[in-house]
């Protein structure tokens, strides 16, 4: 290996921020918060472990997803409830909003929508922050457990993939083929999921998650919504995934309706106002 004269040099040189997020319009948290204050429960579904399920959510109201019985890491997929083709965006989340989100933060659709799905109300895990080994928690960086990469590593069939999972509860709900509906699982958010990458090799971990019974996270549609969610085989993600191996618990998710009148002057967000013409128009 040849290192170059200048190499700390070129090495010094600061970054800068990829996508500057100040000429965003910050969510307005005040507005939300009072409209959650008055929401009452609509609907609640229980997700049992090694298993998913697909709930949808009206554009203006809540859902919480937590953690009923213990520790247990979700694997959310999105989509606009009348169009699967528009579905969440992971990394376009995680390069505007950073490797994990929280209270604040949106989830973006994939293009050509570009445009918040949801947004996060409330965490519990806020407090955790950065641990000493550069973990945080929800985060937008790994893809899902999947048969796929299990049987390239392991060379063995495993059924319960949170992939699987979602694929699974995605047919069940649509009412269409796994071959139709596998297409448009995508990444996912990974609820509760402590996760850094390595700083010797860059590589990416995770470790328990701090979620405990009763923790929860709570986001505000913004546009009606499809969610699937799957209780990860890995249960806390502390040890391995993909296998009947670990603990797992059960998840929950609560739909919240705020009441006419509570989001006045509110309005779901428009699809991006790109002109679609790539230069060619
Ligand atoms: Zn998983």
Not at 101 to 113: E, I, M, N, Q
Request: net charge negative; with cysteine.
């Amino acid at each position: 290996m040849s290192v170059p004269a200048d190499a700390d040099q070129r090495r010094a040189i600061a970054p800068v921020i990829c996508y500057p997020t100040e000429s965003l319009r910050p969510a307005p948290l005040d507005l939300y918060h009072a409209a959650r204050a008055v929401a009452i429960e609509v609907t609640s579904l229980r997700i049992a472990p090694r298993e998913a399920g697909a709930f949808t959510v009206p554009a203006g109201s809540f859902f919480r997803i937590s953690c009923p019985d213990g520790s247990q890491v979700g694997d959310l997929n999105l989509f606009a409830a009348d169009n699967l083709r528009e579905r969440f965006f992971s990394g376009k989340t995680r390069a505007l909003h950073g490797t994990h989100v929280s209270t604040g933060d949106r989830l973006w659709s994939c293009l050509p929508w570009l445009r918040p799905m949801a947004t996060i109300t409330a965490d519990t895990l806020d407090w955790y922050d950065t641990d000493p080994h550069g973990g945080r928690v929800h985060d937008v960086i790994g893809t899902r457990c999947d048969p796929y990469t299990h049987h390239l590593l392991q060379g063995q069939d495993y059924h319960n993939c949170c992939h699987s999972n979602l694929t699974r509860a995605l047919a069940a709900h649509t009412g269409r083929s796994l071959a139709e509906v596998e297409p448009h699982v995508h990444d996912v958010l990974n609820v509760f999921m402590c996760t850094g990458f390595t700083r010797d090799t860059g590589q990416y971990f995770m470790k328990a998650s701090p979620a405990r019974q009763g923790d929860y996270i709570e986001f505000f549609a913004e546009i009606d919504l499809l969610g699937v969610l799957s209780a990860c085989p890995g249960g806390d993600c502390g040890a391995e995934h993909s296998s009947d191996a670990a603990i797992c618990h059960a998840l929950a998710v609560t739909v919240y309706t705020p009441p006419k009148g509570a989001l006045d002057g509110w309005q779901p967000p428009a699809r991006s106002g790109y002109s679609g013409t790539h230069g060619l128009g």
